[in-house]
């Protein structure tokens, strides 16, 4: 890849398809509340590629099956809602534990996959609110939620130390803190390392300086899937989960890697609307997005995402939705949400399981 690293997964950019023939990267972007509550003079300097913020009046414009459809205006709100991808333009990024070959057991595979099968993306927006809005502690909360939901019972048989690796964000210590939950359950001795990036997480992961970690379907594919076979490498992972999971068992193999299955929870690139939004327009998907608005539309991401198949690019050619304006701003942090909920945007790229999304 030659974005620079990601600052909050350890992953350079990610997302994409395949109808692009090729595989996007993005720049991802921090989550703190200050940056959900606070307009930053950032805001105003964010439109210079575009015009943020922009517009139209709302009135109608023909559709090309001489339908007519509105000019649909930003509608400012603090309650954010993603719009279902409902053609599938987004790589799946389902949480899955990625195991160390030589430190796996059926004993510990199953305490994992105990945690893949309790967990929903709904479920982990939960607990995201929690750590990063209501600031309680990421083992606090993995505690909470393992004994809530029964992750813990009927697991018996580990037994050896367990180092389960987390990457710099709170959603990952989370997630490695329930899986640590369980693998103590289960008999092991486990603790947590918070290691950084996925450029250090994932060579620690392949030399058995960690023994799990919590991985996103996708990402990882394509992390293994360019280390090993180069960056022009075609893509493997796509919008089909099982595909996907398929081709990244078979790479995991290459480096010593195995896997427990794919949580339905996914942490994956997103579109959000206000909900005042949707509900004015009457919108829930992508697809009745484009036909509900023939103008008016602008659209805030991080600054590449004019280039990316998986941002401007395919909103365009997927759905066939026109925008009038792009506003650069960062990768679902802050400035996007921010612009959103004050009326700036009308349509900005968040992830799917962001705190500060409406359940």
Known sequence: ?????????????????????????????????????????????????????????????????????????????EELVVLEDDKQLQTVDNVIPAINAEASSDELVAALDAVSTALTTEQLIGLNKQTDLERKTSPNVAKEFAEAEGITEGLSGGSGKIVIGAFNFSESQTLANLYAEAAKAAGFDASVKTVGNREVVEPALEKGQLDVVPEYVGTLTEFINKAENGAEAEPVASSDLDA????????????????????????????????????????????????????????????????????????????????????????????????????????????????????
Not at 29 to 37: C, F, N, P, R
Not at 260 to 278: H, I, L, R, Y
Not at 325 to 347: H, W
């Open 244 to 359: 996907t999971v398929e081709g990244l068992m078979q790479l995991g193999e290459q480096v010593g890697l195995v896997f427990g299955q794919p949580s339905e929870a996914a942490d994956q690139n997103a579109f959000a609307v206000t909900k005042a939004f949707a509900d004015q327009y009457g919108v829930a998907t992508l697809s009745e997005l484009a036909e509900a608005c023939g103008s008016g539309l602008v659209l805030g991401g991080p600054p590449e995402c004019p280039e990316r198949p998986f941002c401007q690019p395919g909103l365009e050619e997927t759905y066939g939705l026109t925008f009038d304006s792009f506003s650069s701003l960062d990768a679902g942090g802050p400035l996007s949400k921010t612009a959103l909920q004050q009326g700036e945007v009308t349509l900005a790229l968040v992830f799917s399981s962001d705190a500060a999304l409406s359940g």
């Open 1 to 77: 890849m030659d974005d620079p690293p990601d600052t909050r997964r350890g992953k350079g950019c990610r997302g994409g398809t395949q109808k692009a023939g090729t595989m996007s990267t993005r720049m991802l972007g921090t989550l703190s509340l200050a940056g959900l509550l606070l307009v930053t003079p950032a805001l105003a300097a964010c439109g210079e590629s575009g015009s943020s913020g922009t517009k139209a009046k709302p009135s109608a414009t023909a559709g090309s099956g001489g339908d007519e459809k509105a000019a649909c205006e930003a509608v400012p709100g």
